[in-house]
C-alpha cells in the first residue's frame, strides 16, 4: 500500500505526506508539500498582523503641574489607552515636595477620575521612593 501511494506521488509530481500519524492506519495525502508550507506561513503571518502587542505606555508628572499641561497629559493618556496599551502614570518629586506628597495624590486622584470611563486602574497609588504611580489599563470592549 505504501509502495503504491509512493509510486502515485511520484508519478503526479506531488509529496506523500503523513497528516495524523497517530491515527490507525496513519493518515496521509499526496499533496505539494512546499506549496502547503508557503501557505501555513501565509496564513501564520496574516494572524500575526492582525495581532497587538499591549505595551506599557509612561506619563511623567510633577507635583506642581499647570491646568494646559495636566490636560495634555491626560490627552495622550486617553490615545495610549484608545490605541489598547497599558498607561503608567508616574509623579516624581524633587527636594522638598516630598514632605507635600498630598499635593501629587490630588493629582494622581483626578488623573484617575478622568481616566476612569477610557480605563480602568491596574495597580492602585503606590509610592517608590520620589516616585508615585499608577497603572490602567485599557477597558475591554467584549461587552
Do not use: W
Not at 505595551?55 to 491646568?67: A, D, S
Request: aromatic residues 6%; charged residues 35%; positive net charge.
Amino acid at each position: 500500500m505504501l509502495k503504491r501511494a509512493l509510486d502515485l506521488a511520484a508519478e503526479h509530481e506531488l509529496d506523500l505526506v503523513e497528516i495524523a500519524p497517530t491515527a490507525k492506519p496513519p493518515v496521509c495525502r499526496i499533496m505539494d508539500y512546499s506549496k502547503y508550507k508557503y501557505d501555513q506561513e501565509k496564513k501564520e503571518r496574516r494572524i500575526k498582523k492582525k495581532q497587538h502587542v499591549v505595551q506599557l505606555k509612561q506619563i511623567r508628572l510633577k507635583p506642581h503641574i499647570g491646568e494646559g499641561d495636566y490636560q495634555t497629559k491626560l490627552k495622550q493618556a486617553e490615545l495610549f489607552l484608545e490605541k489598547k496599551d497599558k498607561v503608567k502614570v508616574n509623579m516624581f518629586f524633587r527636594g522638598r515636595e516630598l514632605a507635600h506628597k498630598e499635593v501629587g495624590v490630588r493629582i494622581l486622584e483626578r488623573m484617575v477620575a478622568d481616566l476612569s470611563e477610557k480605563g480602568q486602574v491596574e495597580k492602585n497609588i503606590s509610592s517608590e521612593g520620589k516616585v508615585m504611580y499608577f497603572i490602567v489599563a485599557p477597558v475591554s470592549s467584549k461587552a
